[in-house]
């Protein structure tokens, strides 16, 4: 996985499709860790978005332009709060390994597209 894309799809996530921080409707930081399951994304506090520019057009690209596998497995890791890693694989029909090979190719063409939109 890309460390960079990674926390741009967290932050993705939550502007496009809800969840803890700003505008989650938890307000206290025993709140907020205890609803990402301890882990605090860089941008989710004090109300600061400063992804929103790039949110739509991963939102397009992800919606548009990945092939299905690569789609799923975004989509499983990112927007899935709520299962075990074994159940993200086993939705997306593939183990351990596939899945994150997968999802670093989904990396890589999201990146790829935002450079390209960006040019």
Known sequence: M???MDEMLKLWALDMHGGT?????????????????GELIRGS???????LPYSADIELIVNKHLAWPLE???REHYLNRSSLERQK?????????QFYERLHAAHLEIAGLLLERAA
Do not use: F, K, N, Y
């Open 2 to 4: 890309i460390p960079e």
């Open 89 to 97: 694989w086993a939705h997306c029909g593939c183990g351990r390994t």
């Open 72 to 74: 799923q497995v975004v």
């Open 45 to 51: 506090c004090g109300g600061s978005r400063m992804l």
């Open 21 to 37: 921080g700003a505008g989650g409707g938890v307000s206290s930081m025993l709140g907020q860790l205890m609803d990402c399951r």
